[in-house]
């Protein structure tokens, strides 16, 4: 599907929010590395995209009306068989159904277990003056607790890319802190740039959240997504 279709799609159902999955693909088509994301309506369904994707897998509840996915207990990571993938199907249902009694259940993603990494976030929000604005940060408790981030206005130059991944606190941290794994800062400059591109030729487009994105010494990988829709 092309983003235009993934967007209409959404709006023709009266939402206002892409869940994972459908966000997801909207990553893959312009060009950000994401998990494999496939939406399971059932639990034989779960298992057989847990087989085709192949173990260790993530699955995670999809609904509109659960914006914090682990705190209701819909994630459960690192799932390594078939029975492991029947147990979580379960569990999830069984715990956000207690978390949010309300809460319209479209289904479960099953997605590859990536690799862990240095955690980021991308984040895109209007502004009421100055429109479209992109944040880049370290994620985890370092977002939480420092509010360690920058934001620049949408369309972004290369320079501003550049610019704001340098000026946050934890810029050692993706250059590879005391041993740790370096980011692809590059790679990530590419990322911020394709975002802002999106949000510049979809109006529509008035949130977007990519936490945590998990930066390699090669790649980036967004485990996590969420598009809203004006
Ligand atoms: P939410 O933010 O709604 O609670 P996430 O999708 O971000 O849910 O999942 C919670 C955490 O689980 C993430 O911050 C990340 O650490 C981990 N996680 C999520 N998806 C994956 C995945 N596919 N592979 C590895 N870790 C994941
Ligand atoms: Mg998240």
């Known amino acids: 599907m092309t983003i235009k279709e993934i967007l209409e799609k ?32 059932s639990k034989e369904e779960a298992v057989a995209f847990a087989k085709a994707i192949g173990f260790p897998v993530v699955l995670k ?17 690192n799932i390594t068989n078939e029975e492991g993938v029947s147990r979580a199907y379960d569990e999830i249902l069984t715990s ?29 929000s209007k502004d009421p003056q100055f429109g479209p604005v992109l944040m880049f940060g370290i994620g985890g408790i370092l977002v939480e607790i420092m509010k360690d981030v920058a ?4 369309p972004l130059t ?11 606190k934890g810029y050692p941290l993706l250059e590879g802190y005391r041993g740790m794994e370096p980011a692809n800062i ?6 911020l740039l394709k975002v802002s591109n999106f949000a ?17 010494r090669d790649n980036a ?9 004006d």
């Open 186 to 191: 590059p790679l990530l400059e590419e990322m």
């Open 61 to 77: 509840i999809v609904s509109q009306d659960v914006l914090h996915k682990s705190d209701s207990g819909g994630v459960k990571l």
């Open 96 to 124: 956000v159904k207690k978390a949010v009694p309300s809460a319209k259940i479209e289904g479960v993603s099953v997605q590859n277990m990536a690799r862990s990494g240095l955690e980021v976030i991308i984040g895109l």
């Open 158 to 168: 290369r320079r501003d890319a550049r610019e704001m991944i340098r000026e946050i």
């Open 200 to 216: 510049e030729e979809n109006p529509d487009v008035r949130e977007m959240d990519l936490n945590p994105v998990y930066a390699y």
């Open 151 to 154: 934001f620049r206005i949408v």
């Open 10 to 41: 959404a709006k023709q159902q009266g939402r206002t929010a892409l869940n994972e999955v459908e966000s997801k693909d909207v990553l893959k088509t312009i060009g950000i590395p994401t998990t494999e994301t496939r939406l399971a309506t």
């Open 221 to 229: 990988l967004a485990v996590d997504a969420r598009i809203i829709l």
